[in-house]
Nanobody, 123 residues
Framework: QVQVMEYGGGLVEPGGSLRLSCAAP????????IGWFRQAPGKERERVSC????????YYADSVKGRFTISRDNAKNRVSLQMDSLKPEDTAVYYC????????????????WGEGTRVTVMD
């Protein structure tokens, strides 16, 4: 069983930054597609960003383009999501998910999920 863990959530003011990290102790992330998803209260879970291992390709939702950056550190066996210029509408529980290298990185295309970390953006 793969245990996916997210780190780095918290409370931040609008315009601030947070860095989320995703790890799976005892499991190598290299070779997997890693996705960050989020779910705000009363809303469906949405895809935020993805990174693929085979070609390093990345994806960003339009709502976070230019503000969020996903990166992979194979030496540390983790994937990070740098979130800058945060807005109140970024408030959500953020989930990290793992999928096969050929995954389309959509909700149903991911195999393992973390329990989420809460991000709150408010004054």
């Amino acid at each position: 069983q793969v245990q996916v863990m997210e780190y780095g959530g918290g409370l931040v003011e609008p315009g601030g930054s947070l860095r989320l990290s995703c790890a799976a102790p005892g499991f190598t992330l290299d070779g997997y597609a890693i996705g960050w998803f989020r779910q705000a209260p009363g809303k469906e879970r949405e895809r935020v960003s993805c990174i693929w291992s085979n070609d390093g390709r990345t994806y960003y939702a339009d709502s976070v383009k230019g503000r969020f950056t996903i990166s992979r550190d194979n030496a540390k066996n983790r994937v990070s999501l740098q979130m800058d210029s945060l807005k109140p509408e970024d408030t959500a529980v953020y989930y990290c998910a793992l999928g096969s290298w050929y995954s389309d990185c959509t909700y149903y295309g991911m195999d393992y999920w973390g329990e989420g970390t809460r991000v709150t953006v408010m004054d």
